[in-house]
């Protein structure tokens, strides 16, 4: 695992920018996987300026996303169809149908599920995934106790996701129960990963997934097998990995 502490969530975005920027100039034919959340916004916001100063083309790219939450449709701002529409897709050259989302209002799950892993692997697979990390150590929705060995699956989520993500929607009621995630076996297939995480909140899970047994109860563990692993971390997120190397 390589890691990489930077001064500040803008350093960590242009950092995160640079690997994804180095990926799509070397093959224009990547296939991306994409993450959600706070954390990659600024990375978004970076790669759409290298687009638009720079002539980093994104056309003839695939995306998947990680992840959707169940019964909600692409056109509700706190699905992530809409989040991705918004920060990246709509920004940048890369048409509609090279973007994958889990169709998550569809009615049979299982099918959709099996559709999406098919469709990664006719795709060749992911060669560079991007993940944030949760409080609890979740890649993806793969919440603390997930199989390892699971594939794009239906998830309860996890209480203390549902608090956290609650700052996203009208009141905690609102957040969805369940989504559909790429399993950890779909994300540790990737050919590489490259995982970022800001802020203090963080700095306990980041030092458990660098330091920490490898278990399911800290899904983010599995990581430290992965044979090609770049995290890049603002101070705050790695502010533990200093302190306890000062002390050791
Ligand atoms: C999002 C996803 C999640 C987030 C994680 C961290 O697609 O899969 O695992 O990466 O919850 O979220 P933020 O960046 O909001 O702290």
Request: no cysteine; proline share 0%; net charge neutral.
């Given at each position: 695992m390589k890691v990489i502490v930077v001064s500040s969530y803008d350093e960590l975005s242009i950092s995160a920018a640079e690997v994804i920027e180095h990926q799509v100039r070397v093959n224009p034919f990547s296939v991306l996987g994409l993450a959600t959340g706070s954390t990659p916004i600024g990375t978004y916001r970076t790669l759409v300026k290298k687009h638009l100063e720079e002539k980093l083309d994104f056309s003839r790219v695939t995306t998947f996303n990680l992840d959707e939450y169940c019964n909600i449709e692409p056109s509700n701002p706190q699905s992530y169809a809409y989040f991705m529409k918004e920060n990246f897709f709509s920004k940048v050259n890369i048409a509609d149908h090279m973007t994958n989302l889990p169709e998550s209002h569809a009615e049979d799950i299982e099918a959709v599920c099996m559709a999406y892993e098919n469709k990664i692997s006719s795709r060749g697979g992911i060669d560079l995934q991007l993940l944030g990390i949760g409080r609890n150590g979740h890649i993806g929705f793969n919440e603390p106790g997930d199989s390892f060995k699971s594939d794009t699956h239906r998830i309860k989520l996890d209480e203390r996701t549902i608090k956290d993500n609650a700052r996203f929607f009208k009141s905690i009621d609102d957040v969805p129960r369940y989504a559909i995630s790429m399993g950890i076996k779909t994300i540790f297939s990737a050919k590489k990963i490259l995982l970022i995480a800001s802020g203090v909140d963080k700095a306990e899970i980041i030092y458990e997934m660098i330091h920490g047994q490898v278990r399911p109860a800290v899904p983010?563990?599995?990581?430290?097998?992965?044979p090609d692993v770049t995290v890049i971390l603002d101070k705050d997120a790695a502010a533990l990995l200093e302190r306890r190397r000062t002390f050791n």
């Open positions: 983010a563990t599995i990581l430290q097998m992965h």
